[in-house]
């Protein structure tokens, strides 16, 4: 997975095309496969031998909204208010930081009020799927950005393929080493650390960098939540 990672990160400092990373994990992907039909290995015994993760039997979608709304517990939600109402706060707070920090990143001003409408008309409907909150995703606006991916229709491609995900995610994710799946994750991660905490040393104060510093210090060893938390404070 480091060796991934590391091989992900030299090919993306040198050569950026759209599909590269793709490329480098589907050829991954490929060679671990040679190898282990070479080695005699079924895909069971690869997932026995955590090179495959263990993926439970999944048979078609299954929604919990509606089916288990006249099961719900309404006094206990009502109870639990506060707590919901913080992780809104705290997701309105997050989505405000990351459309900061997209800003930051790309040097170009979005309109505020259009990107929160926009994140808040998608909670409502995945809210009424059942799903968790969310807000505009950092990671995969930046690597499109430094991919040099501008067009609009980069969205609707990304939502097109997780509903291929939603559909067969089971048979995915089944055939997804565990090393390329880490891979990526550390690429992810060193490159975030890399862009957010290491460059910014130069171009920042002492005291703002340490509060950057903070930040990666608490979601390191506390929670995502109570970072962006300590960070807006």
């Known amino acids: 997975a480091i060796l991934l990672a590391a091989l992900i990160y030299v090919a993306m400092q040198h050569f950026r095309r759209p599909f590269l990373l793709l490329a480098i994990l589907l ?14 290995l079924g895909m ?6 955590g ?3 263990a993926v439970p039997a ?20 009502i109870a639990t208010a506060p707590t919901i109402a913080t992780v809104a706060a705290l997701s309105l707070f997050a989505a405000l930081l990351n459309i900061s920090a997209l800003e930051f990143a790309t040097g170009h001003d979005l309109d505020l009020d259009r990107e929160i409408r926009i994140a808040g008309g998608a909670n409502v409907l995945v809210a009424g799927a059942g799903g968790p909150p969310g807000f505009t995703d950092l990671t995969s606006t930046l690597l499109m ?3 040099g991916i501008t067009a609009r229709g980069a969205g609707l491609w990304v939502a097109a393929i997780e509903v291929v995900g939603l559909l067969f995610a089971a048979t995915i994710a089944m055939t997804v080493p565990t090393f390329v799946a880490g891979g990526l994750i550390l690429f992810y991660g060193f490159d975030l650390v890399k862009d957010w905490l290491f460059a910014t040393r130069k171009t920042y104060s002492t005291r703002e960098w340490g509060v950057v510093l903070a930040i990666v210090v608490i979601a390191v060893f ?3 939540l109570v970072a962006i938390l300590a960070g807006f404070l």
């Not at 299954?62 to 309404?74: C, N």
Request: net charge neutral; charged share 10%; no cysteine.
């Open 58 to 77: 999944v048979s078609g979608l299954a929604f919990p909204f509606p089916a288990l709304l006249p099961a719900v517990d309404w006094t206990t939600v």
């Open 27 to 40: 050829l991954a992907t490929g060679l671990f496969h040679l190898w282990r039909l070479s080695a005699g």
């Open 51 to 53: 090179w495959l993760p």
């Open 44 to 49: 069971a015994d690869a997932a026995v031998a």
């Open 222 to 224: 506390y929670s995502f």
């Open 145 to 147: 950005h430094k991919f």
